[in-house]
Each structure stands twice: as structure tokens, then as C-alpha cells.
């Protein structure tokens, strides 16, 4: 059964709010949400969870629900040691990571920082490095806009984030056709089912409920440097990826299995960004270890980038 709206203190006296999924006895995996979001984001795989014997331990990142911001200036490997304190007091000692969209770069942070303690990696259309975001290295200006200028910007990513707040708040059904409008074919679809865009207006209202220092503090940590070792995780890797994934750049994403050791990458060729509301047991399988997920190959890498979207952006 769920535990939710759970909130650890941790040491210097911040909060940090989360859920449980799953099977509160099975093996645990810390699951990331995206930009915005919140720990509601992995209530839909419950009941997947259960079945695998998974306890899945989903917090709300900083700034976003009631879990606080550290002072400063945080950066990615920061996070890692909050959640270190988190599963310290839950007595987890070995775990899992997925992360999301912009949770993505958050679960690489714990792979490289906790290593020896993360037992699998998975990525699903992560946001990955764009150091070498260039016209030339097949990042589009979208992207460069979004994640390397927009956060340089005082106040740019706030009030990006903070008109998406004030749609979701008066006009949830006019947030998502915004993002359908931009979107793909097949992320389209998905938005078009109640199940799937209730979830996500759900997600996004508790993770801004109150404000948008959540977000800002996600796209400022992903357009520096990360400040990560990605070549010293060591171990079991996925990604998988949307061909048609419009919300995140692709071409740094393609570029991760040169960084971590081992990454497999499995790309969708017809999928887009929210390809996992209806595959995370896919995803879940290869954690728990199921044979049929972990053992399938990868496919081809495909063409495209990020042609016809607009703010904002939701990762």
C-alpha cells in the first residue's frame, strides 16, 4: 500500500517530503521525477511495483512540494548526500535509481556520488550535459534557448515556470493542450487520455504548490557544469528514449553511453517524452531484474532533434 506526503528532517534541519509504492518489504529504488514534478509522479506504478517487489521511495526535489532547497548555490552531487541522509534513516543500505526526464540528471548524480551502494541506473529521456551544445553537434536553438541561455536570464526560468503555474492552477485542460500542441504524434495521444494528463496536472500542481524554486533550481544546475564523474559509475545501466521526444535534446541524450560506463540504450523509434506513463513496467522489470526486460538488446540509435516546441518547457 502507498505511503504518501511522508517528510524526513534532515540533518541541518531542512525537510524533505516523499511517497512509497510498491512492496514497503521488496527491494528499494529512489525514483526521480522530471522539471516540474513532484513525488506523486510514480503513483501510477503502484500496483507494477507490488507485483515486482519493489519498494519505490519517490521524494519531492528541492524546492519542489515541502521539501526544502539547500543555501547556495546546490549542485547535482549535493542531492546525492541528501538522499544518502533520507535512506540512512530508513535503514536502506543498497538500492536502485530511475530517473526521469530531468530526473535524470539527479539518479546519474547518485550512481557516480554513492556508487558503491546503487545496484542499477535507469534513464528514461533523461536530460543529459550540453557542454558541447552546438548547432554543430546536433543540438537545435530550442534546446541551447531553454537549457543554456533561459537560466542565465535573472528571473527568466521563474516566470516561464510561474505562467505554466498559473494556467495549471485556472485552466488544467488549457495547460495540457499547450503541451499536446507542441508535442508529437504519439506524445499527443497520450495526453489525449484522461488517466494519463490527470496524473500529470496532479504531479505538477503538488510539486508547485508552493512556488517555482523547484524548477529554477533543476534548469540552473543542468545548464553548468555538472560537477559529476559519470565514467566512475559502475553499475548496470539503461536509457531508453523517445525517437520523437520533443521535450528534451536528444542528441546530448545519444551522447551518454560514451560517459557511463556500460549504458545500454534501448530508443523507441514511435515514441515520444511520455512514453513511459504507459511502459513503466518495462522499466521497473529491468530493475527488478526480471530476465525478459534485462536481456533484450538495444535498438539503433534514430535521427531528430527538436523541431516545432515551445515554452515551456516539461521535463
Not at 526521469?100 to 550535459?129: F, I
Not at 520523437?244 to 523509434?269: F, Q, S, T, W, Y
Request: charged share 20%; net charge positive.
Amino acid at each position: 500500500m502507498a505511503k504518501l506526503d511522508l517528510v524526513q528532517v534532515l540533518p541541518d534541519g531542512r525537510r524533505l517530503q516523499y511517497c512509497e509504492y510498491g512492496d514497503p518489504g521488496g527491494r528499494t529504488v529512489v525514483a526521480l521525477h522530471g522539471t516540474p514534478g513532484s513525488r506523486y509522479k510514480f503513483a501510477i506504478a503502484d500496483r507494477e511495483a507490488q507485483r515486482l517487489g519493489l519498494r519505490l521511495i519517490s521524494p519531492d526535489r528541492w524546492g519542489y512540494g515541502l521539501s526544502d532547497a539547500p543555501r547556495g548555490r546546490p549542485r547535482l552531487a549535493d542531492y546525492a548526500y541528501d538522499i544518502e541522509s533520507l535512506l540512512g534513516a530508513l535503514g536502506i543500505e543498497r538500492f536502485g535509481v530511475v530517473g526521469v526526464s530531468g530526473g535524470g540528471p539527479y539518479a546519474a548524480a547518485l550512481a557516480s556520488v554513492l556508487r558503491a551502494r546503487v545496484s542499477k541506473l535507469a534513464l528514461v529521456a533523461p536530460v543529459a550535459p550540453l557542454d558541447l551544445a552546438s548547432r554543430r553537434h546536433g543540438v537545435g536553438w530550442f534546446h541551447r534557448f531553454a537549457f543554456r541561455a533561459l537560466p542565465r536570464v535573472p528571473g527568466g526560468v521563474s516566470v516561464v515556470f510561474s505562467y505554466f503555474r498559473g494556467v495549471l492552477a485556472v485552466a488544467p485542460a488549457l495547460a495540457v493542450r499547450t503541451m499536446a500542441a507542441r508535442a508529437g504524434a504519439p506524445d499527443r495521444k497520450l495526453l489525449a487520455e484522461p488517466e494519463i494528463s490527470g496524473d500529470l496536472v496532479m504531479t505538477f500542481k503538488a510539486g508547485l504548490a508552493r512556488g517555482v524554486l523547484g524548477p529554477a533550481i533543476d534548469m540552473a544546475c543542468f545548464s553548468r557544469e555538472w560537477g559529476l564523474d559519470l565514467s566512475s559509475v559502475s553499475c548496470r545501466s539503461r536509457m531508453w528514449l523517445g525517437a520523437m521526444d520533443r521535450n528534451v535534446p536528444l542528441a546530448a541524450a545519444r551522447k551518454l553511453p560514451g560517459d557511463i560506463p556500460g549504458l545500454d540504450v534501448i530508443e523507441v523509434e514511435d515514441a515520444g517524452h511520455f512514453w513511459i506513463t504507459r511502459h513503466y513496467a518495462d522499466v521497473l522489470a529491468w530493475l527488478a531484474g526480471d530476465p525478459g526486460a534485462a536481456d533484450r538488446p538495444s535498438a539503433a540509435a534514430m535521427p531528430g532533434d527538436d523541431a516545432g516546441v515551445n515554452l515551456p518547457p516539461t521535463i
